[in-house]
T-cell receptor, first 112, second 116 residues
């Protein structure tokens, strides 16, 4: 079985500052990893995914994430955030059975 | 990717009634799923909607409470039966399109349900 831990429930940052949202996973098998974003009163949008290959994955809206197998982490980063990045971010893991297990979410708040 | 729509977008229902939520995808997909997101919480998988056969439910969810249909490769419904205030949640449909890559799921906008 897989599990996901998002280490921060809330992350406040100032506009144009860098941000890192942390995600650790647990699994006994090879995994596929995802980051989704949920803007207020909307569904989930896929930001990026790691299936195989390069451990540095680039996604939409300037976000990127790095898969670290030894540390079982998949942290999300952006070098300079914008007010429009204010949202809830979910890390998710799949063990290949096409079922996603989600973390508890991290609320990113951008202050001007 | 896939574009997914859900109806209704929100509803307020009385205790003891049932609500059917529709999920439509703009292309044929292999897998469709239903999730629940309780207020301030993460997503929990309710079931996998299988085309032409009974849905596969996760632990804690039963067919009598959440009957699901999937008559073809682009459409599914979820019914929330005999509702109570504890069923107040956002219900989200997701789908894995053909060729999207293993386990990649795209989500609909969700149905916000309030039970009084």
């Amino acid at each position: 079985a897989q599990s996901v831990t998002q280490l921060d429930s809330q992350v406040p940052v100032f506009e144009e500052a860098p941000v890192e949202l942390r995600c650790n996973y647990s699994s006994s098998v090879s995994v596929y990893l995802f980051w989704y974003v949920q803007y207020p009163n909307q569904g989930l949008q896929l930001l990026l995914k790691y299936l195989s290959g390069s451990t540095l994955v680039k996604g939409i809206n300037g976000f990127e994430a790095e898969f670290n197998k030894s540390q079982t982490s998949f942290h999300l980063r952006k070098p300079s955030v914008h007010i429009s990045d204010t949202a809830e971010y979910f890390c998710a893991v799949s063990g290949g059975a096409q079922k996603l297990v989600f973390g508890q979410g991290t609320r990113l708040t951008i202050n001007p | 990717s896939a574009v997914i729509s859900q109806k209704p977008s929100r509803d307020i229902c009385q205790r003891g009634t049932s609500l059917t939520i529709q999920c439509q995808v703009d292309s044929q997909v292999t897998m469709m799923f239903w999730y629940r997101q309780q207020p301030g919480q993460s997503l929990t998988l309710i079931a996998t909607a299988n085309q032409g056969s009974e849905a596969t439910y996760e632990s804690g969810f039963v067919i009598d409470k959440f009957p699901i249909s999937r008559p073809n490769l682009t459409f599914s419904t979820l019914t929330v039966s005999n509702m109570s205030p504890e069923d107040s949640s956002i219900y989200l449909c997701s789908a894995s399109p053909w060729g999207a890559g293993t386990d990649t799921q795209y989500f609909g906008p969700g149905t916000r349900l309030t039970v009084l």
